[in-house]
């Protein structure tokens, strides 16, 4: 069984930081990519960062800049940092991890986590 844990959410201000964290745990025999996804109310889910197993990063135009997306592989592990958050960026943030188990690759989520950006 595996499972996909997210912290690091909450309320914050205009301007404010926030940094997720999403560890995965269970018998997991690889990793390769890690993704966050987030989703507005109204709005469809919508692919934020990725970050390969060789450490490659890739943004969606609307967080280019402000967000950075790291991993820790020792700890299974992916965080997203947040900064200079904007109310638009309000919206329930999800991880998605490419995992190894079981003789194959599938791709798992997060439960999510609300992060809410007031102006």
């Known amino acids: 069984q595996v499972q996909l844990v997210e912290s690091g959410g909450g309320l914050v201000q205009t301007g404010g930081s926030l940094r997720l964290s999403c560890a995965a745990s269970?018998?997991?025999?690889?990793?390769?990519?890690m993704r966050w996804y987030r989703q507005a109310p109204g709005k469809q889910r919508e692919l934020v960062a990725v970050?390969?197993?060789?450490?490659?990063?890739n943004y969606a135009d609307s967080v280019q800049g402000r967000f950075t997306i790291s991993r820790d592989n020792a700890k299974n592990t992916v965080y997203l940092q947040m900064n200079s958050l904007k109310p638009e960026d309000t919206a329930v943030y999800y991880c998605?991890?490419?995992?190894?188990?079981?003789?194959?690759?599938?791709?798992?989520w997060g439960q999510g986590t609300q992060v809410t950006v007031s102006s």
């Open positions: 970050i390969t197993s060789g450490g490659s990063t």
């Open positions: 269970g018998s997991i025999l690889g990793i390769n990519a």
């Open positions: 998605n991890v490419d995992l190894f188990r079981s003789g194959t690759w599938r791709d798992y």
